[in-house]
């Protein structure tokens, strides 16, 4: 079969895996090919075990692969036949040098850029995936061109605004598309190109053109703002606790201002995941490096609350058991940074996990997807920790149970019997308002929510 088009990514990982797949799925007349230097990796993919859950993914994999939509680890061979390149390579928070543990680790980015610039030998459209610095595609430009061939490259921005856990919905119906060009005739030609690919399934008023630094940093912006979203509930849990107010009920009244809206105002012990403080950092590095430190400090604010609401729930934890965990077994529900996905990239959990077991803790984890992350997150520390898939059996004998991840399959479980086979007294500490609290103080637990008066037995 011949196709209208090669397209190509580089990097199958939690971004490109579901973003090839549905242009693959919604383009039959496009190949689309996914290489990543991880062998293993891509052998997953080719597998019926895919490297990633995603809830709707293996579906579409197993239903186009080999169709239009390829795995392969030969990346040569891929970067010469494709026209268009999206990268999606990670873009870790630096752990050295100048810009350690803020800017973001560019290093993989550029080995990419130099082997498609040292490989191809036709024009290609390359189109920045993965989530950059501001100027990003400026070097990209200047490395693809520093070679004395004369092939011919445009640079889009095309940020990712996919959440884990919802990727394939997020995909099929994006609330927008942004693409960021050049505004040259050959920059808004390859602009085009890439908006004919998304017009076959997103409406072309939800497709946005921007000049390619605005679209660069939209995705920086955006991710500050949610992050900022949920830090500034967040901030006001410790208050309600203080003062008897419920947040639930607080972020209901503040959510129906339509100005605001009622998502995202979901109180819980910290936002993880890859994105949100690595984003936010690297935002505050670039405010630095221009001298703005007032935006810098402003913006590093919501990070420094993020950390301070982790401590929150562990000396909520040491408070409310007689200011000692020492001993004391406590079952952890949850290690994925969120529900639906086996993800633990900057997870409370392990925060958490790590203080409990300075604490001197008996460690039980438990979660669906997320165990085997879990256990290399926590490397070091084996004969510490047990991990127990079943929450009945990874409860049992503990004297509390922390609510870390809000799995949909921890509200209804039988507490009944959970609280039998616990140490009394018994305590939840439900870091996701979750469960049914009333009910909970009913059967006999003392029960501490988030940003809501706690449910005890004692006087
Ligand atoms: C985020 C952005 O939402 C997405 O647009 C971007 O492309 C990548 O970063 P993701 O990190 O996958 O996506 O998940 P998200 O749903 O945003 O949740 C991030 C964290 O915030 C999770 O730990 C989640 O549990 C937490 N969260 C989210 C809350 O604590 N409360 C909320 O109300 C919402
Ligand atoms: P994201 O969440 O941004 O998708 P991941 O870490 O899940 O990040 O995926 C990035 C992928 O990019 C990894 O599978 C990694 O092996 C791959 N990768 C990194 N550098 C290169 C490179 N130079 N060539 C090909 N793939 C790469």
New binding site residues.
């Given amino acids: 079969m011949t196709f209208r088009k090669n397209i190509l990514c580089?990097?199958?990982?939690?971004?490109?895996?579901p973003t090839m797949a549905m242009i693959a799925y919604k383009c039959p007349q496009y190949k689309v090919t996914v290489?990543?230097?991880?062998a293993e990796?891509i052998k997953q993919w080719n597998s019926d075990d895919l490297p990633?859950y995603e809830p709707g993914l293996d579906e579409i994999v197993k239903k186009i692969r080999g169709r239009n939509l390829f795995f392969s680890d030969d990346?040569e061979k891929a970067i010469r036949e494709a026209e268009i390149i999206f990268v999606?390579?990670?873009?870790p928070v630096k752990n050295y040098g100048v810009g350690l543990g803020m800017a973001a680790d560019l290093q993989?980015w550029e080995?990419?850029a130099r082997?498609i610039r040292d490989v191809s030998d036709s024009h290609k459209i390359i189109v920045e995936k993965?989530?950059f610095p501001v100027k990003t595609a400026q070097a990209m430009e200047r490395i693809l061109t520093s070679n004395s061939s004369h092939v011919q490259f445009d640079i889009l921005s095309n940020p990712e605004f996919l959440a884990e856990g919802t990727a394939i919905k997020d995909l099929e119906y994006p609330d927008r598309v942004l693409i960021g060009s050049r505004m040259t005739e050959s920059g808004l030609k390859a602009r085009d190109e890439l908006v004919e690919i998304y017009a076959n399934w997103v409406p072309m008023e939800r497709i946005v053109t921007s000049n390619i630094w605005s679209s660069e940093l939209s995705k920086l912006v955006s991710n500050a703002f949610l992050a900022q979203r949920i830090t500034s509930i967040n901030s006001f849990t410790a208050f309600c606790e203080k003062s008897g107010a419920d947040i639930t009920e607080v972020a209901r009244a503040v959510g129906m201002d339509s100005r605001l809206g009622p998502k995202f105002l979901n109180a819980s012990i910290g936002f993880g995941g890859?994105c949100f403080k690595k984003d936010i950092l690297n935002l505050v590095y670039l405010c630095r490096y221009y001298g703005l430190v007032e935006i810098a400090d402003y913006w590093e604010s919501v990070v420094r609350i993020n950390d301070y609401q982790m401590r929150r729930f562990v000396l909520t934890m040491l408070g409310a058991m007689f200011n000692t965990l020492a001993g004391k077994r406590l079952c952890l529900f949850g290690f994925a940074f969120k529900a639906n996905t086996g993800d633990t990239r900057e997870s409370p959990a392990i925060y958490i996990s790590r203080r409990l077991i300075e604490e001197k803790v008996e460690l039980v984890i438990t979660d669906p997807k997320a165990l085997a992350n879990a256990m290399n997150d926590l490397k070091g520390l084996e004969g510490k920790i047990s991990y127990i898939e079943d929450p009945y059996e990874a409860s049992a004998n503990c004297d509390a149970i922390a609510v870390v991840t809000e799995w949909e399959l921890y509200s209804n479980l039988d507490f009944k019997k959970i609280y039998k086979n616990m140490v009394k007294p018994a305590f939840i500490f439900d870091g996701r308002n979750i469960l049914d609290h009333e009910k909970l103080f009913e059967i006999g637990f003392n029960v501490f929510p988030i940003g809501k008066p706690a449910l005890t037995h004692f006087e």
Wanted: zero cysteines.
């Fill in positions: 580089i990097g199958a990982g939690y971004v490109g895996g290489v990543d230097i991880d990796r990633i990346i999606s390579v990670n873009t993989y080995k990419t082997q993965s989530t890859s």
